[in-house]
Nanobody, 128 residues
């Protein structure tokens, strides 16, 4: 069965770094559009970083641009989110997700509704 499992979350001080991992089983990640999303308490789920199959198009939320990086390791069937210079407002549950259909408007690449399969999430807390 298709499964996405996130890990790597935890408690970190402002200015610190974390690397989140999403391991896929039952599917080859390199064939699909993938993304990282987050949801803070009381807020809607938002796209953090999403990338096309080849990486030709990669998008970042304005609030994380320059601090976060999405990357694939195809040999490990894993996608990572490297998070640097973390801020308290980065706190939330982080999810990886996969879109089955390859075609998408670039403007909708990081819209949660466009994604079909989701992991269980991993908690990231940035606090002093």
């Amino acid at each position: 069965q298709l499964q996405l499992v996130e890990s790597g979350g935890g408690l970190v001080q402002p200015g610190g770094s974390l690397r989140l991992s999403c391991v896929a089983s039952g599917i080859s990640l390199d064939s699909y559009i993938i993304g990282w999303f987050r949801q803070a308490p009381g807020k809607e789920r938002e796209g953090v970083s999403c990338t096309s199959r080849t990486g030709a198009i990669t998008k970042y939320a304005g609030s994380v641009k320059g601090r976060f990086t999405i990357a694939r390791d195809n040999a490990k069937n894993t996608v990572y989110l490297q998070m640097n210079s973390l801020k308290p407002e980065d706190t939330g549950v982080y999810y990886c997700a996969l879109r089955l259909r390859d075609r998408i408007d670039a403007a909708r690449l990081c819209v949660p509704h466009e994604y079909d399969y989701w992991g269980q999430g991993t908690q990231v807390t940035v606090s002093s």
